[in-house]
């Protein structure tokens, strides 16, 4: 009956096989009868909401009593059925269970998106770099392609990843994003791909992993290039295979999701000193989007600062502050290191704290966060010593760190950078090729 209305189903002839095949594999719906031999349908029941609790559990039986029906319902049965039963009783029961159970997985999932703040509407920018952005995701998106997004810290990367899903044909199934370098490496096979009970010191009962949870759907792995040599490895052959194992479990889950990656380092690099993999580089690196940081795209900052402004009023209930033309040429000016996101928490400070009045420039020079820290200059050697030293590698490290000073007091504009340096655009633009110094503007 289940298996001609589209359902897996696996058999077990009693309880004690029940059990068994519970240790090995997640189940969305179990359904017992109450009377069996060795292990009967309570203890089944018991056995499912130890290892899983999110499975479904139906109880059936011949032998009906008021107070085995509320025992059932107080271990957590969703419903307790009383042979004979219409087979369109039980499959309208089974329809209804897993419907709830994929609602609460959905609403998990929402709680997510909520306390994220997703949406395409979150990405602000007019400026031919973000224009340019705009344009790839709305080409790709529909693609089942892996994307690779790379770009500073606070650039935006996983807003980008959202935008992504949610034009693409899998909107209406789960975005799970995972930020691989805020779990340690234990908890992050886990957290990934699953695990089965008893597996390792705190499996307390089989868990699917976020592979699982964005099944049909996408997953979004944020700091990519933090992830360890087995993690690699791992990652590897689900995005290969499209299949992997739960940690502890001995079946292979196959999976149709679609690899999202994200990484604020420099992938080739790592490839190059051996710390990523390169294959999965070329898996991850199918269509590749760079985010351009906040400095390079400042006629966007206006947009921006408006933007927040609007969001952060609504959110407060406090009227929306106006900001002096002198408060934003120093919005302008700032070098915005922590890049929209550093934006963003300004002008929060600036609703938060804002009376009535426009926003001074003062006020703005105040409410920003600028290091006291002075960085640390590296040691010049005075003086020759016995064991000499790598003339050529002090010297081109000294000239790096004057190009990368150069550009970034000239907002990145290359020909303003040049004039401070005295080098014409030929010599400069041969320097920051040989440093391997990519971005900025003519």
Request: proline share 4%; glycine share 6%; hydrophobic share 40%.
């Amino acid at each position: 009956m289940l298996k001609r209305a589209g359902y897996a189903v696996t058999v077990a002839m009693d309880g004690e096989e029940a059990i068994e095949l519970l240790s090995r594999e997640i189940f969305d719906l179990v359904i017992t009868d109450l009377r069996m031999p060795k292990i009967d349908g309570m203890e089944v029941l018991k056995a499912v909401k130890s290892a899983s609790p999110e499975t479904v559990v139906l109880i059936i039986t011949a032998f009906a009593t008021a107070d085995s029906a509320v025992e059932a319902m107080k271990q957590g049965a969703y419903d307790y059925l009383t042979k004979p039963f219409q087979v369109d009783e039980v499959q309208l029961i089974i329809r209804n269970a897993l419907e709830k159970r994929r609602l609460t997985t959905e609403n998990m999932l929402l709680k997510r998106e909520m306390a994220s703040q997703s949406s395409f509407a979150q990405l602000v920018g007019q400026s031919e770099a973000m224009q340019k952005v705009f344009d790839v995701v709305r080409k790709v998106a529909d693609s089942k392609s892996n994307v690779l997004i790379c770009g500073e810290s606070g650039t935006g990367k996983e807003l980008v990843a959202r935008a992504i899903h949610y034009n693409s044909a899998r909107s209406t199934l789960p975005f799970v994003a995972v930020n691989c370098s805020a779990v340690p490496e234990t908890l992050l096979e886990s957290e990934l791909f699953g695990h089965m009970k008893g597996s390792f010191t705190g499996a307390i009962s089989n868990k699917a992993g976020l592979f699982e949870i964005a099944n049909g759907g996408t997953i979004f792995l944020d700091e990519i290039g933090d992830t360890t040599p087995t993690i690699q490895v791992k990652l590897l052959r689900v995005i290969q295979e499209r299949e992997f194992r739960r940690v502890g479990g001995n079946q292979d889950i196959k999976v149709d999701v679609r690899v999202v990656a994200a990484t604020n380092k420099d992938l080739e690099r790592a490839v190059a000193d051996g710390s990523f993999r390169e294959d999965l580089y070329y898996r991850l690196d199918v269509i590749p989007i760079r985010l351009p940081p906040l400095r390079m795209r400042t006629g966007d900052i206006p947009l921006l600062v408006n933007h927040f402004l609007d969001r952060f009023s609504k959110e407060s209930g406090k009227p929306k502050p106006v900001i002096s033309p002198e408060a934003m040429h120093v919005l302008l000016e700032h070098e915005w290191r922590g890049n929209v996101r550093e934006l963003e928490n300004l002008i929060e400070r600036v609703v938060a704290f804002s009376t009535e009045g426009p926003v001074t420039d003062a006020e703005v020079r105040g409410w920003l966060h600028r290091s006291t820290v002075q960085p640390q200059q590296p040691v010049m050697p005075m003086d020759l010593t016995d064991e000499g030293l790598d003339l050529e590698g002090l010297i081109n490290g000294i000239e790096k760190d004057l190009l990368l000073k150069a550009l970034e007091r000239s907002k990145w504009v290359k020909n303003k950078a040049a004039r401070m340096l005295r080098l014409n655009t030929r010599s400069f633009r041969y320097r920051l090729e040989k440093y391997a110094i990519k971005g900025g503007r003519d």
